[in-house]
T-cell receptor
Framework: AQTVTQSQPEMSVQEAETVTLSCTYD???????LFWYKQPPSRQMILVIR??????QNATENRFSVNFQKAAKSFSLKISDSQLGDAAMYFC??????????????FGKGTHLIIQP | GAVVSQHPSRVICKSGTSVKIECRSL??????MFWYRQFPKKSLMLMAT?????????EQGVEKDKFLINHASLTLSTLTVTSAHPEDSSFYIC?????????????FGPGTRLTVT
C-alpha cells in the first residue's frame, strides 16, 4: 500500500515571501501521479498542481512549483510571492497509474499554511 | 471547468436512521466516482470507488453494508449511510472522473457534513 507523509502540520510565511511544503511518499510502483491540493475553509478541494512520475521536468503553475525527486520519493511544493488567499490546508496526494478503476487518491495528513500580512 | 455537486451540504439525522448523500457531475459524464471521508482537522480517507454500472470497490475497513454506494448513471452516485450512529458523523466528499484510466483528472464536490445525534 502507498503512504504519503507530510511532516509539517503547520507553516507560517510572510506575505510576498516564499514557502516550501514538504511531502514524501512510499510506493513500489514505477508509474503514478502526484498532486498538491488546497482546501480553504470552505472545504472545497482545489487542485494546485499535478506531476506525472514519468516526467523528469518539475511541474509549475504560475507561483506554484514542485521539486520532484523520484529516487528520494520526495515531492515538495514551493509557493512564491505568497498571498493572503493562499492560506489554507494543503494536501499532498498520490494516485496509481495502473488504472482498472480502483485508484483513488491517497492523501497526506496536510499542512496548515498561515500567511502573515 | 468540470463541476461536481453534492446534496445536501449539511444533514442532521437521529441515531438509527439512514441518510442518503448525492454526488452529481453537472457538465460531464463520470465513469468513475470516489467517496472520501474527512474527520475534523484530518486528512481525506478513500472509502470506496464506484464505476458506473458496477458494484463499488470498498477500501479495507469500510463496511459495505453500512455505506451503500450506487452509481446507476454516468452523472449520479449516491452514498447511503445506513443505521447511522454518532461515530458516523463526519465530512463526506465525492469526486468524479471522466474515464476509467488514472490519467483522467478527478473533480471534487463541495462535501456534505453529516451530524448524527
Amino acid at each position: 500500500a502507498q503512504t504519503v507523509t507530510q511532516s509539517q502540520p503547520e507553516m507560517s510565511v510572510q506575505e510576498a515571501e516564499t514557502v516550501t511544503l514538504s511531502c514524501t511518499y512510499d510506493t513500489s510502483e514505477s508509474d503514478y501521479y502526484l498532486f498538491w491540493y488546497k482546501q480553504p475553509p470552505s472545504r472545497q478541494m482545489i487542485l494546485v498542481i499535478r506531476q506525472e512520475a514519468y516526467k523528469q521536468q518539475n511541474a509549475t503553475e504560475n507561483r506554484f512549483s514542485v521539486n520532484f525527486q523520484k529516487a528520494a520519493k520526495s515531492f515538495s511544493l514551493k509557493i512564491s510571492d505568497s498571498q493572503l488567499g493562499d492560506a489554507a490546508m494543503y494536501f499532498c496526494a498520490y494516485r496509481s497509474a495502473s488504472g482498472g478503476g480502483a485508484d483513488g487518491l491517497t492523501f497526506g495528513k496536510g499542512t496548515h499554511l498561515i500567511i502573515q500580512p | 471547468g468540470a463541476v461536481v455537486s453534492q446534496h445536501p451540504s449539511r444533514v442532521i439525522c437521529k441515531s438509527g436512521t439512514s441518510v442518503k448523500i448525492e454526488c452529481r457531475s453537472l457538465d460531464f459524464q463520470a465513469t468513475t466516482m470516489f467517496w472520501y471521508r474527512q474527520f475534523p482537522k484530518k486528512s481525506l480517507m478513500l472509502m470506496a470507488t464506484s464505476n458506473e454500472g458496477s458494484k463499488a470497490t470498498y477500501e479495507q475497513g469500510v463496511e459495505k453494508d453500512k455505506f451503500l454506494i450506487n452509481h446507476a448513471s454516468l452523472t449520479l452516485s449516491t452514498l447511503t449511510v445506513t443505521s447511522a450512529h454518532p461515530e458516523d458523523s463526519s465530512f463526506y466528499i465525492c469526486s468524479a472522473r471522466l474515464g476509467r484510466s488514472g490519467s483522467y483528472e478527478q473533480y471534487f464536490g463541495p462535501g456534505t457534513r453529516l451530524t448524527v445525534t
